[in-house]
């Protein structure tokens, strides 16, 4: 039996494999809601609720389901999530529902979540599924909310809008303004923002790695000896 490695999963999930900055899946819901940090915020925590959800549930199950049918089972039990945690947006918080709009429903087409129920789910125990499912959401998550704050911050000069939405209303008092002169770059908040914003990230995440990389070559020990002295015969 395969030892489960809980901290590469977590790490891929988080940072290595990024559903966004490395794998670049679910990039439509990424780029139309990420205007606000809120919004980003709001449907990555549903995103990850389903992916939680469906690894769970495929893991689970997948010594009973038959290989050719797979497939079909997977996309019924996601499109099953994605209608429950629908409802239960709309339910709870209405007008953050009609904000994000038709992205809601279509968090069951979002490529992460499919891949991983066939890729990891289906192929690994239960506790493993789980931890995969939170790492890639809650990275997924980071990403969509970064970019989001990113957008709002340039685009309209403030942090946090409609926080209240999702947090209740003692949550207005987090909004921060950069103040009534700053106008705001209207760039951030159009579609092209979104893809100059992530593009920002992509690179920084690069620049990051490739300089963990360069100190992780420094401190390896050098294996480069010194040629033996032979004494002389003269």
Not at 48 to 60: D, G, P
Not at 182 to 210: E, M, R, S, W
Request: charged residues 15%; neutral net charge; aromatic residues 6%.
């Amino acid at each position: 039996m395969t030892e489960v490695d809980y901290r590469k999963i977590t790490l891929d999930g988080l940072w290595h494999n990024n559903q966004a900055l490395v794998a670049l899946l679910g990039l439509c819901p990424l780029m139309a809601v990420t205007n606000s940090t809120i919004n980003g915020l709001t449907l990555g925590l549903a995103t990850t609720a389903v992916l939680l959800l469906s690894n769970l549930s495929v893991s689970t199950i997948r010594h009973w389901v038959r290989a050719e049918i797979r497939l079909p089972v997977f996309v019924l039990l996601i499109a099953s999530f994605v209608t429950a945690t629908e409802l239960v947006m709309n339910a709870w918080s209405h007008e953050l529902y009609k904000i994000l709009g038709i992205f809601v429903p279509l968090i069951v087409t979002n490529c992460t979540i499919i891949g991983r129920a066939e890729a990891f789910a289906s192929r690994n125990p239960v506790p493993a599924a789980i931890t995969d499912a939170l790492a890639m959401g809650l990275g997924f998550t980071a990403v969509l909310t970064l970019l989001g704050a990113l957008r709002e911050l340039i685009g309209q000069g403030t942090l946090l809008s409609g926080a209240h939405l999702l947090f209740g209303e003692a949550a207005r008092a987090w909004e921060f303004s950069a103040g009534n002169d700053f106008q705001g770059l209207l760039l951030a908040i159009l579609p092209p923002g979104a893809f100059i914003g992530l593009g920002l990230l992509i690179a920084l995440k690069n620049v990051i790695d490739k300089g963990v990389d360069v100190r992780a070559r420094r401190a390896e020990p050098s294996h480069c000896q010194a040629p033996p002295i032979v004494p002389s015969r003269s």
